[in-house]
């Protein structure tokens, strides 16, 4: 029985989806279930994501979404159907594999040893004897982003927006993702803010204290990514809107 769920959402990830790498970690890992969202991707991607299905012995699952809805709503929609009662934990993950899969038990073992945290996420620090490999214009921007996150979330998170997340599976966790996000882009920010909501009325919530963020080992810019410069346009927008409906 599988006891961690991490949900991989795809578009148009024909090209960039290293199946090989998914299905060796499948084999060796009974107690992870990945369940992949093909978010009416437009190549083959669905096809690709149900020949590893069909490989995987029960442990990977595709959840096909008819049309795109964006990366937010796909996350929801594959933790709507794999957060169950019976995982520990449930998560999402880049599926170019920016963080590597090896990642993952880290996170859940930390989840494990220190029962005050519900999330883990993986955070982008570039620090002397980790390869974190990222463009150095992704880099800057990503810093000014992030500090304004920050200041609207009031909080002193580093980085938000890495694609790879763990979250103990509990009610609150749960209903972080009940409803559609505001935003395509900065669901990250939001569920956030939305556990912050929790927070002001169970210190369990507090993510001050709730949350941690694991610096990653290693982290790979990989090419092919789907966020253009118009996007982080549209994220300073969504940023501010985030800020008003959840203060
Ligand atoms: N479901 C869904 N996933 C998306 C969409 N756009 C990007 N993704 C996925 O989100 C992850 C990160 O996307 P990527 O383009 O690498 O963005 P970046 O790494 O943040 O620059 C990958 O798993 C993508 O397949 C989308 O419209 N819908
Ligand atoms: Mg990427």
């Not at 933790?79 to 038990?105: C, K, M, N």
């Not at 993510?207 to 990514?225: F, M, N, Q």
């Amino acid at each position: 029985m599988a006891r961690h769920a991490i949900i991989g959402p795809c578009f148009t990830e024909e090209r960039r989806l290293q199946t090989e790498r998914f299905l060796a970690f499948a084999a060796a890992h009974e107690d992870v279930h990945l369940l992949f969202v093909d978010d009416g991707s437009t190549d083959g991607t669905r096809a690709v994501l149900e020949g590893m299905q069909a490989k995987a012995d029960g442990r990977i699952d595709v959840l096909v979404l008819e049309q795109n809805g964006g990366k937010a709503e796909a996350v929801r929609r594959g933790v709507r159907h794999a957060a169950t009662g019976a995982v520990e934990t449930f998560g999402y993950w880049d599926a170019d594999l920016s963080t590597p899969l090896d990642q993952i038990l880290p996170f859940a073992d930390l989840l494990d040893e220190r029962p005050e945290l519900l999330v883990v996420m993986g955070s982008r620090v570039k620090l002397l004897g980790r390869a974190i490999e990222r463009q150095a214009a992704r880099h800057y921007l990503g810093r000014v982003f992030a500090t304004c996150a920050s200041l609207v979330l009031r909080l002193p998170v580093y980085d938000t927006q890495c694609g790879a997340k763990l979250f103990r599976n509990t009610h609150g966790t749960r209903w972080a993702f009940r409803t559609p996000f505001l935003s395509r882009w900065l669901f990250d920010v939001e569920l956030l803010a939305r556990l912050g909501l929790l927070g002001k009325r169970r210190a369990a919530y507090d993510t001050h204290t709730c949350v941690y963020e694991k610096p990653l080992p290693v982290w790979r810019d990989i090419a092919g990514s789907k966020l253009k410069l118009r996007d982080w346009v549209k994220a300073s927008w969504e940023l501010v809107r985030i800020g008003c409906r959840y203060r």
